[in-house]
């Protein structure tokens, strides 16, 4: 069983910058896709980002040059840091570790951009 726990959310203005923690129960990135996810309101939950096992690394178009995801194995945390921070980017934004049919997921942080 995986546990992760996600951390840094909060409310920010447009245009500002946070950086969202996830840590893991264990050493598992190195076999496990890391994602961040995030669901507005009424809305499904969409993939932001991810990074591969392997470091490749895959956005959501609309963060595409604003949101960086990165690992920190050493300290089995992954981060999304998410600069030039827009109105739409309002949601809960939730952290994911797949590997096969192994699905896991953080309870959720909420980011709130607004002025």
């Known amino acids: 069983q995986v546990q992760l726990v996600e951390s840094g959310g909060g409310l920010v203005q447009p245009g500002g910058s946070l950086r969202l923690s996830c840590a893991a129960s264990g050493s598992i990135f190195s076999l496990y896709t890391m994602g961040w996810y995030r669901q507005a309101p009424g809305k499904q939950r969409d993939l932001v980002a991810h990074i591969t096992s392997g470091g490749s690394t895959n956005y959501k178009d609309s963060v595409k040059g604003r949101f960086t995801i990165s690992s920190d194995n050493a300290k089995n945390t992954v981060y999304l840091q998410m600069d030039m921070l827009k109105p739409e980017d309002t949601a809960v934004y939730y952290c994911?570790?797949?590997?096969?049919?192994?699905?896991?997921w953080g309870q959720g942080t909420q980011v709130t951009v607004s002025s």
């Open positions: 994911n570790a797949r590997r096969g049919i192994w699905d896991y």
